[in-house]
């Protein structure tokens, strides 16, 4: 079992539409749980990052942590034809804070 | 403020070859880390240095290597590549004290092996 689990999609939604996006863990020992965005021959950007379980929202992303279930989610309001990229769960695993340990991604893309 | 560079952009190279890619971090920024993204195994970690000393290793073999200089700058190698080596490889620098997880990535190195 890898340690996070991410379906790759792709996911194709209508413009405006509410988008999920999902991550499993196995290790009870991470904390902290960010969303990286990478639009296609761009490197990642972190878009949202949360801190034990609960929510977070900005703007019209949403990112929730379910620490008992080993679930994250990114939920995506009204969504938009430039939020069409892949996005990628990641946790900070073992040693150092470089060190990442990154879901394979989810393609979305937001058809106007 | 100018981004993470690496350079170079895209590069073909043959099997038994070795390869140095290089990365110039944002100012300030003393932690870089490296990272190869293949389709099928996703974003893998491969080592982060921190004031040219390595900090921490990945799980991949001796033939990558790498090493950071005085000014934060950062060289990997890849020594006698294997087809399976060709990838994005994404240099990645974080800001000492700065949010944990928070990674600032350049655009990458495309390696093709022939």
């Known amino acids: ?54 929510n977070k929202e900005d703007g019209r992303f949403t990112a929730q942590v379910d620490k008992s279930s ?9 969504s938009q034809p430039s939020d069409s990229a892949t996005y990628l769960c990641a946790m900070i695993g073992g040693g150092s804070q470089g060190n990442l340990i990154f879901g394979k991604g989810t393609k979305l893309s937001v058809k106007p | 403020k100018a981004g993470v560079t690496q350079t170079p952009r895209y590069l073909i190279k043959t099997r038994g070859q070795q390869v140095t890619l290089s ?16 389709p099928g195994q996703g974003l893998q970690f491969l080592f982060e240095y921190f004031s040219e000393t390595q900090r921490n290793k990945g799980n991949f073999p001796g033939r990558f290597s790498g090493r950071q200089f005085s000014n934060s700058r950062s060289e990997m190698n890849v020594s006698t590549l294997e087809l399976g080596d060709s990838a994005l490889y994404l240099c990645a620098s974080s800001l000492s004290g700065g949010l944990p997880g928070e990674l600032f990535f350049g655009e990458g190195s495309r390696l093709t092996v022939l």
Request: glycine share 6%.
């Open chain 1, 1 to 54: 079992q890898k340690e996070v689990e991410q379906d790759p999609g792709p996911l194709s939604v209508p413009e405006g539409a509410i988008v999920s996006l999902n991550c499993t863990y196995s290790n009870s020992a991470f904390q902290y749980f960010m969303w990286y965005r990478q639009y296609s021959r761009k490197g990642p950007e972190l878009l949202m990052y949360t801190y034990s379980s609960g």
């Open chain 1, 70 to 78: 080993k679930y994250i989610s990114l939920f995506i309001r009204d």
């Open chain 2, 23 to 38: 990365c110039s971090p944002i100012s300030g920024h003393r932690s870089v880390s490296w990272y190869q993204q293949t």
